[in-house]
T-cell receptor, first 108, second 110 residues
Framework: GQQVMQIPQYQHVQEGEDFTTYCNSS?????IQWYKQRPGGHPVFLIQ?????EVKKQKRLTFQFGEAKKNSSLHITATQTTDVGTYFC????????FGKGTKLTVNP | EADIYQTPRYLVIGTGKKITLECSQT?????MYWYQQDPGMELHLIHY???????EKGDLSSESTVSRIRTEHFPLTLESARPSHTSQYLC?????????FGSGTRLTVV
């Protein structure tokens, strides 16, 4: 089945620094989704990317889908303590396979 | 308000007991899922359903079973709980914009 590699596994930043997490697949993806899970919480849907080279923004979050549709990234500009959590990418069609996640901690 | 509900939120139970984790959604979604997640780890699909009377096993082998008698209800049952079943169980349904997850059940088997 489909698999996706997500890096890094952990990222610790100072508040105000930028953060990026990456997802890579060996096969072409039809789409990719991103979720955020706060500590002790459940995953919450952030966005879905479908088109080659697509870039979407949500306030300080920028999501990109690679031209070959084999990779994706989530970039947070000027992190805040509210950004703390684990960010997962997920692939598949209605039956998602999740990456291992990137756990972000922010030092105030 | 349309949502997905899981009960109980926390459960501590002895080895050998039978347990049922409840999951209900009010969004009218046909597709529902159960994922297992150890603390800080990735999510593993253990069961899914594409509609009433439809259930399938996921990628991670699980001793649990599920049923889908009504669209809104997708309970998960463990006939005989073991310490290896200790984990968080997340229920989700598929809508127009990806998964909506319930708050999860944190199960501890002692």
């Amino acid at each position: 089945g489909q698999q996706v590699m997500q890096i890094p596994q952990y990222q610790h930043v100072q508040e105000g620094e930028d953060f990026t997490t990456y997802c890579n697949s060996s096969t072409t993806l039809s789409n990719i989704q991103w979720y955020k899970q706060r500590p002790g919480g459940h995953p919450v849907f952030l966005i879905q990317l479908v088109k080659s080279g697509e870039v979407k923004k949500q306030k300080r979050l920028t999501f990109q889908f690679g031209e070959a549709k084999k990779n994706s990234s989530l970039h947070i500009t000027a992190t805040q303590t509210t950004d703390v959590g684990t960010y997962f990418c997920a692939v598949g069609s209605e039956k998602l396979v999740f990456g291992k996640g990137t756990k972000l901690t922010v030092n105030p | 308000e349309a949502d997905i509900y899981q009960t109980p939120r926390y459960l501590v139970i002895g080895t050998g007991k039978k347990i049922t984790l409840e999951c209900s959604q009010t969004m009218g979604h046909d597709k529902m899922y159960w994922y297992q997640q150890d603390p800080g780890m990735e999510l593993h699909l253990i069961h899914y359903s594409y509609g009433v009377n439809s259930t399938e096993k996921g990628d991670l082998s699980s001793e649990s079973t599920v049923s889908r008698i009504r669209t809104e209800h997708f309970p998960l049952t463990l006939e005989s709980a073991r310490p290896s079943h200790t984990s968080q169980y997340l229920c989700a349904s598929w809508g127009d914009y990806g998964y909506t997850f319930g708050s999860g059940t944190r199960l501890t088997v002692v």
